[in-house]
């Protein structure tokens, strides 16, 4: 399954190759101060392959807040938040948000509420290199090192 996401305004874009197709997708909505704030509902799958593609990078703020550890590819003009990564021994994971997605059914998305407040920062890696999508390319003219 091809699953399309963009930012409200489309600056922030990404393409989501998930195999086999998935039967359910999970949609966690977080626990955590900015996604509350926000309300970002996050997707993962281990062996999927997300493109991440940015029309103007200036319009992208990439913040980082509490283990300074996630990245939240805000877009500046709309102010929505369409992916998370995490780059752990110099590998890029990340989270695409839900309700970023374009076009796919909402009876697929299997919600549930996660908390990860008093996690430690040593599992909270361990969980993302785990869950996290693997296969990452970012076209967003952001340079390394990252975060971290
Ligand atoms: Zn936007």
């Known amino acids: 399954m091809l699953i399309h996401g963009q930012c409200h305004c489309g600056n922030i874009g990404f393409d989501l190759t998930w195999e086999p197709d998935p039967v359910s997708i999970p949609a966690r909505a977080c626990g955590c101060s900015f996604c509350t704030k926000h309300g970002g509902v996050w997707t993962s799958h281990r062996a999927a392959t997300l493109h991440v593609h940015v029309a103007d990078r200036t319009l992208v703020s990439h913040y980082v807040f509490g283990t300074r550890t996630a990245e939240f590819h805000t877009c500046s003009r709309c102010g ?10 110099d590998r890029v994971y990340a989270v695409v948000n839900v ?8 009876s697929l998305l299997q919600r549930t509420s996660v908390s990860f407040d008093g996690e430690g920062t040593d599992s909270r890696l361990a969980r993302r290199k785990r869950n996290w999508i693997a296969h990452v390319e970012l076209s967003d003219g952001h340079t390394e090192p990252r975060v971290r």
Do not use: K, W
Not at 80 to 89: G, W
């Open 99 to 106: 309700n970023a997605f374009e076009g796919v059914a909402p």
């Open 80 to 89: 929505i938040v369409p992916a998370v990564t995490s780059t752990i021994d």
